[in-house]
């Protein structure tokens, strides 16, 4: 069974800054993918990531995933306040995804 | 493109009642998927829909039940209502039936048990 496992649960830094978010996962993943969600809001896809080594960027975010070790990331450079919201990291499980707990990013001025 | 809606945004209901969220997908899509998530967690999947037939399920009793129309709208119904149902129930939309696709949610419906 598939579990999604993100750290950490809560980032605050300041505007600027580099970061990186990390999801591990427990089994073999179809793929895996990056949402982002603003308070009181649905997802928003952000990367969905297709095979060893893949990477992808838009703007200051960039996701790449490495399946041998089960991993994702998901970095941010030069962190802006616009950036702030929950991130969530899913990998797919045959017709289901699996979330982890999200990521809830504060980017302070 | 019309995206993915859903109604109503906001529903209140008391222990006990039934309930029925509403979703229409995105067009081109025949694929529909619904999750829950509680305040603070990530989605947990309920079931999903491809093609009018349920396609698969999550860890969610039979109380959790749904359909999809011929022009792949769907809806949810959930009876017996709990407390613990409180939370935010989204759906998204899907081109196809396998978890390759990308999954485009609508803004979610809110449903507060009291």
């Known amino acids: 069974e598939l579990k999604v496992e993100q750290n950490p649960l809560f980032l605050s830094m300041q505007e600027g800054k580099n970061y990186t978010i990390y999801c591990n996962y427990s089994?073999?993943?179809?793929?895996l993918y990056w949402y982002r969600q603003d308070p009181g809001k649905s997802l928003e896809s952000l990367f969905v990531?297709?095979?060893n080594g893949a990477v992808k960027q838009e703007g200051r975010l960039m996701a790449s995933l490495d399946t041998k070790a089960r991993l994702s990331t998901l970095h941010i450079t030069a962190a802006v306040h616009d950036l702030s919201a929950t991130y969530f990291c899913?990998?797919?499980?045959?017709?289901?995804?699996?979330w982890g707990a999200g990521t809830k990013l504060i980017i302070k001025p | 493109e019309t995206g993915v809606t859903q109604s109503p945004t906001h529903l209140i209901k008391t222990r006990g009642q039934q309930v029925t969220l509403r979703c229409s997908s995105q067009?081109?899509?025949?694929?529909v998927s619904w999750y829950q998530q509680a305040l603070g967690q990530g989605p947990q999947f309920i079931f999903q829909?491809?093609?009018?037939?349920?396609?698969g399920r999550g860890n969610f009793p039979p109380r959790f039940s749904g359909l999809q129309f011929p022009n792949y709208s769907s809806e949810l119904n959930v009876n017996a209502l709990e407390l613990d149902d409180s939370a935010l129930y989204l759906c998204?939309?899907?081109?196809?039936?396998?978890?390759?696709?990308?999954?485009?949610f609508g803004p979610g419906t809110r449903l507060l048990v009291l």
């Open positions: 829909y491809y093609r009018e037939e349920e396609n």
């Open positions: 899913a990998g797919g499980a045959n017709y289901q995804l699996i």
């Open positions: 990531l297709l095979s």
């Open positions: 089994t073999t993943s179809d793929r």
């Open positions: 067009s081109g899509h025949n694929t």
């Open positions: 998204a939309s899907s081109p196809g039936g396998g978890a390759g696709e990308t999954q485009y």
